[in-house]
């Protein structure tokens, strides 16, 4: 018989309230994140939302290369790489034990499928020119493929890195975008349209594992809502906070941290080359002189952005300073509307989509506009109808938008682009900068490209837009900076 073990009162309470402290002190494993934008869908392979990557990028969907949170390019599926010596040849070695979230295993066939859809002729991916220089996939054997280009291309492994570049599976793509099936360190659970979708932690998973059990993310696109939902702490931390002048209250309180970053995204004044009167270089340049950039980014922004006059993010070493060539001149502005013929007052449309740098920066710009003599309408839509009638459509005038992509300059060279800027000049250039590998080079022509659409004027070049993050104190792991449109919570955990 085993003996009875008698406990005290006293005892039984030290007890107790010994394993509620240890209960209390275990760390939690869940987390709401507020994000502003709900995406359309979650197929970051066949659309040009942001808010697709920030939700799937590394957390559910990987490519060969990644991004680290500090802008570098490591590697992803692939661990490692050679390159031939003329340039033209990549031979990626693949992780060993990958497998995709519904138990298939990852191999070279489901690389080779990947590349071969986004560059085919009937391609949906919104950054099909990542894949143009492409001449052939092929598979080595289960764990190696070798990638053939038409030309040297000294940026094809950061183009590997970009969310449209990620690997799946052609047994799981029919309902990629409302089931995506990955290989991330979390697996898609839920999505209740309009509200939030759950992602949860793959029990699976080939790398480092992540250490929360479940990530809600949460769609709050209102910033009084965003700024109550955090204070309430219903949700525990929100990427690009959406409402910057709260930012001094959340900073005095003990219970967050803010957090201010950079990120890739220019934000412009986007402005429809092909439609009359901006066709006409003069016309745009007025636009460009009409408007105060440091009014925007302190009555817009309170504060937080940094000013830029060409498509290119201020921290990149080769970025060029041309704010003088669009200073804001509101009598120049004039001057050149009368040059170029153009009876005021002119009405165009302006449309704004939802993020609070738009739709406040719109009004802003709009009452400078009206001081020369242009008179913007303005029609607020939603992220889905500005995807659709501005992107897709080219139905607008004048419309603003943060173009956070990495180091997208090439967009300029795609005249079919919404802004449809034509200039073969340029687009000859971004030809040579796609085989040119040389990085003195590369800088030299990434500087002339800054200059010809900043002296083209092919729109208006705002700021660069802050990355503003307010998290619960004890949450670590996020990423102060965006060097992609992403919300990777992969190494996010909280401290107790």
Same mark, same amino acid.
């Given at each position: ?55 799937? %990028? ?31 040849? %990549? ?25 071969? /859809? ?39 492994? !950061? ?13 799981? @793509? ?11 360190? !979390?697996? !898609? ?7 939030? @979708? ?31 939902? #955090? ?36 934000? @412009? ?23 105060? /950039?440091?009014? @925007? ?14 498509? !290119? ?10 704010? *003088?060539?669009?200073? %804001? ?12 013929? #153009? ?53 607008? *005038? ?18 079919? %682009?919404?802004?449809? +800027? ?34 083209? +004027? ?8 802050? +990355? ?13 900076? *965006? ?7 992969? *190494? ?5």
């Amino acid at each position: 018989m085993k003996p009875f073990t008698f406990l005290t009162r006293a005892g039984l309470a030290s007890a107790i309230a010994v394993t509620a402290s240890l209960a209390m002190a275990a760390p939690r494993t869940d987390l709401t994140l507020g994000q502003q934008l709900e995406p359309p869908h979650l197929d970051p392979t066949s659309a040009a939302a942001g808010a697709i990557d920030a939700v799937v %990028y590394s957390n559910i969907f990987e490519g060969l290369t990644r991004f680290a949170s500090d802008g570098a390019v490591i590697p992803g599926l692939a661990r490692s790489w050679e390159i031939s010596s003329d340039g033209l040849t %990549y031979t990626f070695h693949l992780a060993k034990g990958v497998k995709f979230h519904d138990g298939s295993s990852m191999d070279a066939e489901d690389v080779k499928f990947s590349l071969d /859809r986004a560059r085919a002729e009937d391609s949906a991916n919104a950054q099909k020119a990542l894949f143009a220089g492409i001449a052939s996939v092929d598979v080595v054997d289960p764990m190696t493929v070798k990638v053939t280009l038409k030309a040297p291309q000294g940026n094809f492994l !950061f183009n590997m890195a970009w969310g449209d570049a990620v690997i799946v599976a052609p047994e799981s @793509i029919e309902n990629i975008k409302t089931m995506p099936v990955g290989t991330g360190a !979390f697996k !898609f659970a839920n999505w209740v349209q309009g509200d939030h @979708i759950d992602i949860v932690k793959n029990p699976d998973y080939w790398g480092t594992p992540a250490k929360l059990d479940k990530v809600t993310f949460k769609f709050i696109s209102d910033p009084t809502a965003a700024f109550a939902a #955090v204070m309430a702490e219903d949700v525990q931390a929100f990427g690009a906070f959406p409402a910057p002048e709260n930012l001094p209250q959340f900073d005095a309180d003990p219970r967050f941290k803010v957090l201010v970053g950079s990120t890739e995204g220019e934000t @412009i004044l986007a402005i429809n080359n092909k439609m009359p009167p901006f066709d006409n270089v003069k016309v745009r340049e007025a636009v460009a002189h009409a408007i105060n /950039r440091q009014e @925007i980014i302190d009555g817009a922004q309170f504060g937080y952005g940094t000013p830029i006059g060409t498509h !290119f993010a201020p921290h990149n070493p080769d970025y060029v300073d041309l704010t *003088a060539l669009s200073n %804001y001149d509101p009598e120049k502005s004039k001057a050149l509307l009368k040059e170029a013929g #153009v009876k005021t007052p002119i009405k165009v449309k302006m449309t704004l989509p939802p993020p609070s740098y738009a739709r406040r920066g719109g009004e802003i710009i709009a009452a400078q506009l009206r001081q020369v003599g242009i008179e913007p309408q303005i029609e607020n839509v939603e992220w889905a109808q500005w995807l659709e009638g501005t992107f897709r459509g080219k139905d607008f *005038a004048l419309t603003i938008v943060s173009h956070t992509e990495p180091m997208d300059i090439g967009i300029y060279a795609r005249p079919d %682009y919404y802004f449809q +800027y034509d200039n073969p000049a340029f687009q000859e250039l971004m030809t040579s900068l796609d085989f040119e590998t040389d990085p003195a080079k590369r800088s030299a022509l990434l500087k002339t490209a800054q200059d010809i659409i900043a002296k083209d +004027y092919v729109n208006a070049y705002l700021f660069e837009l802050p +990355y503003l993050t307010v998290a619960n104190a004890k949450i670590e792991g996020m990423w102060v900076n *965006a060097p992609t449109q992403a919300a990777d919570m992969t *190494a996010v955990y909280w401290t107790e």
